[in-house]
Nanobody, 118 residues
């Protein structure tokens, strides 16, 4: 199994920036895709961005041009740089991982709160 530990959440003003990181351990050889999901209060968990082992990225339309996902395979770490933050970005952000044999994430981090407010 893969263990994921997130860090970097917090409170930021609209228009500001925040960076999240997620370190993976355990069966890291099985990881094909790592990504970030978020869940706002009263809403369903939704994809923010993900990245394959080879560096192919995918973003939700709502964050394109503002967020950047990256991956350091040597450190088994995935990052999410969030710029031009909006109040609508407020949510709990979860790191995720899945292998080639899975169509959905099968490992999750504990979640980190991101609050965008004046």
């Amino acid at each position: 199994q893969v263990q994921l530990v997130e860090s970097g959440g917090g409170l930021v003003q609209p228009g500001g920036s925040l960076g999240l990181s997620c370190a993976a351990s355990g069966s890291i050889f099985s990881i094909y895709v790592m990504g970030w999901y978020r869940q706002a209060a009263g809403k369903q968990r939704a994809l923010v961005a993900d990245i394959t082992r080879g560096g192919i990225t995918n973003y939700a339309d709502s964050v394109k041009g503002r967020f950047t996902i990256s991956r350091d395979n040597s450190k088994n770490t995935v990052y999410l740089q969030m710029n031009s933050l909006k109040p609508e970005d407020t949510a709990v952000y979860y790191c995720s991982a899945r292998g080639l044999g899975n169509s959905a994430p099968n490992s999750w981090g504990q979640g980190t709160q991101v609050t965008v407010s004046s």
